[in-house]
C-alpha cells in the first residue's frame, strides 16, 4: 500500500535498526523527520515515475501496519526498472519480501517493463537469496565502487548486479517445481559438453 503520514514513526524506527543499515544505502540514525520529508516526496507521486524513486509500503495483512518498503527506480522510458527492498527486523524469515517484492516485479513487467535489476552489497546473503529465489541471475560484481557516508568515514564496498528480463521472469514461473521422477548418470561426451558447461549455481550456493 502506499506510505501514510502516521507511518513515519516505524519507517524511522526500521531504518534505524543498525544491522538494517549495515548493508543499506543510508547512515544510522535515521531520524523521524526525514522519514517525514521520504513520505511527503512520495505522496507527491501517482506511482512509478521514469527517473525518480518511488516507495510502496508492505503492511500487515491484519493490523495495516507498515512492516517495509519496495521502491523502484524507472529508467530507459519504463524499460527498465531497479529496485530496492527493506524488512523490519521482527517481519524477516517469513518469506513476506520474497512475496513482495514478486509481486511488485510481476507488476512492473505486466506494465511493460522489459528488464528489472537490482544491486546489494555482497554480504547481504538474505538479499541475495530473495532475488535468487524470484529468478534473478548475477550479472557481475564492482569492485570497491560503493559508498556510504562521508569522508574520511565514508564505509566503501563492492557492489553486485542481479538482472532479470521478462522473458526470464516467465520460464522462472514456468519452471518445473517437482523433482524430476528420474535421475540417472550419464557419460559426459563432446555432444553433452555445452550442456554441462551451460550450468550454473546461485552466488548463494556456491558460498
Given at each position: 500500500r502506499r506510505f501514510r503520514g502516521d507511518d513515519a514513526e516505524v519507517l524511522a524506527a526500521y531504518r534505524s535498526d543498525p544491522a538494517t543499515s549495515e548493508l543499506q544505502s543510508w547512515t544510522v540514525p535515521?531520524?523521524?523527520?526525514?522519514?517525514?520529508?521520504?513520505?511527503?516526496?512520495?505522496?507527491?507521486l501517482a506511482g512509478p515515475t521514469d527517473g525518480q524513486w518511488f516507495s510502496i509500503g508492505i503492511a500487515d495483512l491484519v493490523t495495516d501496519e507498515l512492516i517495509g518498503d519496495v521502491a523502484t527506480n524507472v529508467e530507459w522510458g519504463g524499460n527498465s526498472v531497479e529496485i530496492g527492498y527493506t524488512l523490519a527486523p521482527a517481519a524477516r524469515g517469513h518469506g513476506i519480501v520474497t512475496e513482495a517484492v514478486g509481486a511488485v516485479v510481476d507488476a512492473l513487467i505486466g506494465g511493460g517493463a522489459r528488464r528489472v535489476r537490482a544491486e546489494t552489497h555482497p554480504d547481504?546473503?538474505?538479499s541475495l537469496r530473495v532475488l535468487e529465489r524470484l529468478g534473478f541471475d548475477e550479472e557481475g560484481t564492482d569492485v570497491g565502487a560503493y559508498w556510504v557516508g562521508d569522508p574520511p568515514d565514508e564505509i566503501v564496498s563492492d557492489n553486485v548486479r542481479y538482472g532479470m528480463t521478462a522473458e526470464r521472469r516467465k520460464a522462472w514461473l514456468d519452471r518445473p517445481l517437482q523433482p524430476p521422477a528420474e535421475v540417472t548418470l550419464v557419460e559426459l561426451t563432446n555432444d553433452s559438453a555445452r550442456t554441462y558447461g551451460g550450468l550454473a549455481t546461485h552466488r548463494t550456493q556456491r558460498a
Open positions: 535515521y531520524p523521524r523527520e526525514r522519514a517525514e520529508r521520504l513520505i511527503a516526496e512520495q505522496d507527491g547481504n546473503v538474505a
